[in-house]
């Protein structure tokens, strides 16, 4: 932990709690000892066991002495704060929603998540000529489609109807096997090379998934006309709240009965 310094002539002078107010706060990790010996820590460590070591001159000569003591205070026994500044990166912001998101396709369907990788197989019924995939993609974006082991191109054998779904230009016969498959490496957003190993796969896997209104719920930050992930920028707990209550918004839509 980080000491604060407070110097005796601000401490008497000062009203005490405005003064811890104003250096500790809502600050994690803090400690300050006034010039009666008392110490002051951060509410992240109350009523957890803290070890404090210092020197002091006995007789003209420094003495290193310590002890344990564990602070208390009622107003943090359980933490009930919100702390709106406190701060997380939009890496580990977004690897939180991606954990949820997986869990509740593994708890309300039988499908697995929607990733980078799609990897289906159709065989067709009668008067069938449109599939949908597993994940979403981008409009436009290759994918590679065959009809019995025959590569399949787009605008000519097939359409992409919409981020979800291909349809085929003819009827295919019945019990046909349609596969059709994508490996996607790298993110749409500008920055996508440059993701770290950790969050990579979580950004890649929900860039397609939308609201019924068409909001995304991985959201880009805007620079120079380009929108990047900016991954290891901070979001405030303000901007966390946002981005949890538009994942609750995607999650009911997509989920209900």
């Not at 706060?25 to 404090?52: E, H, Q, R, W």
Request: charged share 25%; glycine share 8%; net charge positive.
């Amino acid at each position: 932990m980080k000491r604060i310094r407070i110097s005796e002539g601000e401490w008497y002078l000062s009203n005490h709690n405005e003064l811890l107010a104003k250096y500790i706060g809502d600050k994690p990790n803090l400690y300050t000892i006034t010039p009666g010996g008392i110490v002051y820590c951060s509410f992240n460590v109350a009523n957890m066991k803290c070890k404090i070591r210092y020197q002091m001159k006995v007789r003209g000569i420094l003495v290193t002495t310590g002890g344990e003591f564990i602070p208390a205070s009622q107003k943090v026994k359980y933490l009930d704060r919100f702390f709106p500044d406190g701060q997380l990166t939009r890496a580990e912001g977004f690897s939180i929603i991606d954990r949820l998101r997986r869990s509740y396709y593994q708890r309300f369907t039988d499908a697995e998540p929607p990733g980078a990788t799609i990897d289906d197989t159709f065989v067709v019924e009668d008067c069938q000529d449109t599939f949908v995939t597993s994940s979403r993609f981008r409009i436009g974006e290759p994918l590679e489609v065959k009809v019995n082991g025959f590569l399949k191109t787009l605008g000519i054998d097939y359409i992409q109807v919409n981020d979800h779904s291909v349809q085929f230009k003819y009827l295919l016969p019945a019990g046909a096997v349609v596969t059709i498959r994508r490996t996607r490496q790298e993110s749409h957003f500008a920055d996508g090379a440059t993701l770290g190993a950790w969050y990579k796969d979580a950004v890649i896997s929900m860039e397609n998934e939308r609201t019924r209104a068409g909001e995304p719920l991985i959201e880009g930050v805007l620079s120079g006309g380009q929108l990047y992930f900016d991954g290891e920028s901070y979001m405030t707990r303000a901007q966390a709240i946002v981005l949890l209550n538009r994942f609750r918004k995607w999650a009911i839509e997509t989920f209900k009965g």
